[in-house]
């Protein structure tokens, strides 16, 4: 049985650099935070925690302490609040998030209506959301879109979260351009996720199997599913070798593979391994 197993699978530019930040500043200075977990994977959390970074839900005092600022970014009221209340600031935001930021931030002082297209929770979102001096108005899919409201919208700007579906939001595109009569759009879907989308169009149609390998609560693995299963039939999200099933590959000769962008290479690995031994004849 043949393994294909995406180039883009596993960790972006962005979370590796994010970990490589945290791990060095961990060995680096001693007391470190972060808001939130670096991403949404329950062995790359471990691992960061091994390293001595502790994870808090809000700022207290920052006294002698270092925050790092994840690849998701972070709002301006929270980095105010950061160095107000003494943190050291050691930011690895994800420079094209910081892009997105940039824009959002120009596109507003323009007199645009910021419109966000993405998940109104996800920290991202709420990172760029929290660069303006205006409320944006967020779109998470085509069934929520506040028809009555984008009608008295003039001048807009669209931006898009970096992980999101390109398919799903050419679509909000569409039904935006129609109601507002200046719209600029942005498609600021990150390079990794494009390929990423590009390789899960493509892999489930020439496989009879798909697997995609992440943790249940991280969002892009989730889409990268999605996308998959609407293409084949066939398709499981698993988080480590544990959740296969032996009938899943009886009569299968091909086999595709992809991870979310903060599977670690070393979930990758071992669901490879225990595949080859279980189809080993
Ligand atoms: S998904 Fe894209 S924007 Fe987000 S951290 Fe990775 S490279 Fe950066």
């Given at each position: 049985m043949k393994i294909n197993l995406a180039k883009s699978a596993g960790f972006c530019f962005g979370v590796k650099r994010a970990i490589d930040i945290a791990l060095k500043t961990a060995s680096d200075s001693g007391r470190v935070y972060m808001l939130g977990d670096i991403v949404h994977n329950e062995d790359v959390v471990k691992e960061i925690r091994k390293a001595g970074i502790k994870r808090i839900n809000r700022l207290g005092s920052g006294k002698n302490k270092v925050l790092l600022i994840r690849a998701h970014g972070i709002s301006q009221a929270n980095?105010?609040?950061?160095?107000?209340?003494?943190?050291?600031?050691?930011?690895?935001?994800?420079?094209?998030?910081?892009?997105?930021?940039?824009?959002?931030?120009?596109?507003?002082?323009?007199?645009?209506?910021?419109?966000?297209?993405?998940?109104?929770?996800?920290?991202?979102?709420?990172?760029?959301?929290?660069?303006l001096r205006e409320k944006a108005l967020i779109i998470e899919s085509l069934r929520c879109l506040p028809a009555g409201l984008i009608k008295k919208i003039k001048k807009a700007c669209v931006i898009v979260q970096s992980t999101q579906d390109i398919e799903k939001v050419l679509k909000i595109v569409a039904v935006l351009k129609k109601n507002i009569p200046d719209l600029q759009f942005f498609n600021t879907i990150c390079m990794p996720t494009r390929m990423k989308q590009e390789e899960i169009r493509r892999i489930p149609q020439v496989n009879d199997l798909m697997l995609i390998i992440g943790s249940k609560n991280s969002a892009n693995t989730k889409r990268l599913y999605q996308i998959s299963k609407r293409l084949n039939k066939r398709s499981y999200w698993i988080n480590s070798p544990e959740d296969l099933a032996r009938r899943w590959f009886k009569g299968i000769k091909s086999v595709g593979i992809t991870a979310g962008a903060s599977t670690p290479e070393s979930s990758i690995k071992k669901v490879i391994n225990y595949i080859k031994r279980i189809t080993k004849k």
């Amino acid at each position: 049985m043949k393994i294909n197993l995406a180039k883009s699978a596993g960790f972006c530019f962005g979370v590796k650099r994010a970990i490589d930040i945290a791990l060095k500043t961990a060995s680096d200075s001693g007391r470190v935070y972060m808001l939130g977990d670096i991403v949404h994977n329950e062995d790359v959390v471990k691992e960061i925690r091994k390293a001595g970074i502790k994870r808090i839900n809000r700022l207290g005092s920052g006294k002698n302490k270092v925050l790092l600022i994840r690849a998701h970014g972070i709002s301006q009221a929270n980095l105010k609040k950061a160095h107000k209340v003494g943190y050291k600031i050691i930011d690895a935001t994800c420079p094209m998030v910081r892009q997105i930021h940039r824009i959002a931030k120009k596109m507003e002082k323009k007199c645009r209506k910021i419109i966000v297209i993405g998940d109104k929770k996800h920290d991202e979102v709420l990172g760029i959301v929290g660069q303006l001096r205006e409320k944006a108005l967020i779109i998470e899919s085509l069934r929520c879109l506040p028809a009555g409201l984008i009608k008295k919208i003039k001048k807009a700007c669209v931006i898009v979260q970096s992980t999101q579906d390109i398919e799903k939001v050419l679509k909000i595109v569409a039904v935006l351009k129609k109601n507002i009569p200046d719209l600029q759009f942005f498609n600021t879907i990150c390079m990794p996720t494009r390929m990423k989308q590009e390789e899960i169009r493509r892999i489930p149609q020439v496989n009879d199997l798909m697997l995609i390998i992440g943790s249940k609560n991280s969002a892009n693995t989730k889409r990268l599913y999605q996308i998959s299963k609407r293409l084949n039939k066939r398709s499981y999200w698993i988080n480590s070798p544990e959740d296969l099933a032996r009938r899943w590959f009886k009569g299968i000769k091909s086999v595709g593979i992809t991870a979310g962008a903060s599977t670690p290479e070393s979930s990758i690995k071992k669901v490879i391994n225990y595949i080859k031994r279980i189809t080993k004849k």
